[in-house]
T-cell receptor
Framework: KNEVEQSPQNLTAQEGEFITINCSYS?????LHWLQQHPGGGIVSLFM???GKKKHGRLIATINIQEKHSSLHITASHPRDSAVYIC?????????????FGEGTQLTVNP | DTAVSQTPKYLVTQMGNDKSIKCEQN?????MYWYKQDSKKFLKIMFS???????INETVPNRFSPKSPDKAHLNLHINSLELGDSAVYFC?????????????FGPGTRLLVL
């Protein structure tokens, strides 16, 4: 079983819908990252969280350390949000700031 | 200016060949990584260097050898390429100890072994 589990694996939405992607992890962490991988393959870091909530434009990320769970929300979704969203954790139990990745959520937003 | 660059972007080669992928970052970061993304899009760490010293070495075949000539460069040399090495290889960098420790990714190198 992967240390980082994401759900759903695939998500299709209509433009304008509110989207939630979930991430659960099983190890102690010092930080959690949300990444976006564009259809062309490039990877961009969206958020790094160690507690609470962060907002950037239409994107909101939350984390509950006690429950070992994080969510990424997209408000007023748009076709350009179509991408793979990847949750990654930095374990507090290993050195070197390594990231362990979830398998990603493929999001498709239709016009 | 590109923050993290990789060359080449595409690499098609025959089984048994030896090839290198290069990575450079101009962000002043002290830590660099190599990740492998398989056909199912799953990312997995391979190596990490901090100030030219190896700090992470996952269970990777000995055919893979990273080399860091300086803090801004981390190259990956692969000997005796196998079909299963076909994947996208991403380089990334960060500044350890920085509060955010955001990792910046290169564009990836798409390796196809025939």
């Amino acid at each position: 079983k992967n240390e980082v589990e994401q759900s759903p694996q695939n998500l299709t939405a209509q433009e304008g819908e509110f989207i939630t992607i979930n991430c659960s992890y099983s190890v102690g962490i010092s930080a959690l990252h949300w990444l976006q991988q564009h259809p062309g393959g490039g990877i961009v870091s969206l958020f790094m969280l160690s507690s609470g909530k962060k907002k950037h434009g239409r994107l909101i990320a939350t984390i509950n350390i006690q429950e070992k769970h994080s969510s990424l929300h997209i408000t007023a979704s748009h076709p350009r949000d179509s991408a793979v969203y990847i949750c990654a954790v930095r374990s507090s139990e290993t050195s070197g700031s390594r990231l362990t990745f979830g398998e990603g959520t493929q999001l498709t937003v239709n016009p | 200016d590109t923050a993290v660059s990789q060359t080449p972007k595409y690499l098609v080669t025959q089984m048994g060949n030896d090839k290198s992928i290069k990575c450079e970052q101009n962000l002043g970061h002290d830590t660099m990584y190599w990740y492998k993304q398989d056909s199912k899009k799953f990312l997995k760490i391979m190596f990490s260097y901090n100030n030219k010293e190896l700090i992470i070495n996952e269970t990777v075949p000995n055919r893979f050898s990273p080399k860091s000539p300086d803090k801004a460069h981390l190259n990956l040399h692969i000997n005796s390429l196998e079909l299963g090495d076909s994947a996208v290889y991403f380089c990334a960098s960060t500044l350890l100890g920085d509060r955010r420790e955001t990792q910046y990714f290169g564009p990836g190198t798409r390796l196809l072994v025939l």
